[in-house]
């Protein structure tokens, strides 16, 4: 246990008491006011140190979150026998920040939320989560140690082309290769194929569907045999990647929520996201983490010319 800026205060002003009861000619109403105070630490003391006896907490991972947005972590705390009171779950992050989420009363269990404040893009390692408390009089505060998130994934921010909720990652990736959103351009249809559980309806053929009478999909030259494809070279400025970032967040958004499958390449990197792949929240990370490259750095992983390539700068260059 130790004091808190509250506890300070109050124990020098128990030291003037007892100062002050050496000192004066009358000593008894300052024996009295010693020995209540006397009392009231002992019994703060032990009544602080049994508020977080047999106390247990169960703290869940978040999933990431985008850049500059609030992160929150929940959790359940348990405790033993007797109802305890003002109980903090505590997160100290790597960098300094601290968020704390509060149980005013437990009895037996209580859900409790932790709000971190917004971060920047990056993979935020968590030193210590700790359980406390300061009832009942805020003078001293124990906390004990326990298991919590190991680190919080802050992904880049979505690009503003991702707020169409009619959108697809298909239409997106046409949009940003300078298509139109009905699949002219660079990406060219390659052939048709029978629906599939998760396909978008813009992807639907409704003639080739009528002739046959059954549901058919458009495919595209340059995705993937179930996807689409993104190549990321990270060899450019900063301020370049982060804007190719934002674009390739606002992609894998899309297409984790319309459940496509989503193809990243990149220097160190190539894996495939989505259902029956790797988790979306691998793709995240890997934004979260990615930093610029030399321009002497080795080139992504070879892929199709027809694919959408990070940051676009490069269609140009080629």
Known sequence: MRLTHFGVKALLFYAAIVGAYYAAPYVNLFFLLLAFLSIQWCLTTLWTWKNVRRISAEIGDPPPVAAGTAARVEGTVHAEQRTRFDIEVSLRLESGERAIGRVPVLRESASVAIDVPPLPRGVHRVEATTLGSTYPLGLLRRTRSVR?????????????????????????????????????????????????????????????????????????????????????????????????????????VVARESKEVLGLRTQGTSATFGDGHEPWSAALRLLAEAQPLPEDAPAPPAASPSVLRLPRRELARA
């Open 148 to 252: 919590g998130p190991a680190e919080i994934v802050v992904h880049p921010r979505p690009a503003a082309i991702a707020e169409s909720a009619s959108r697809t990652a298909e239409d997106l990736v046409r949009e940003l290769m300078g298509s139109s959103m009905h699949g002219a351009g660079d990406l060219q249809p390659s052939g048709l194929r029978e629906h599939r559980d998760g396909d978008a309806l813009r992807s639907v053929h409704w003639r080739a569907s009528a002739r046959r009478g059954r549901l058919v999909v458009r495919e595209w030259e340059g995705g993937l045999e179930q996807g689409l494809e993104v190549v990321l070279d990270r060899r450019c400025e900063a301020a370049e990647l982060e804007e190719a970032l934002s674009e390739l967040a606002a992609i894998v």
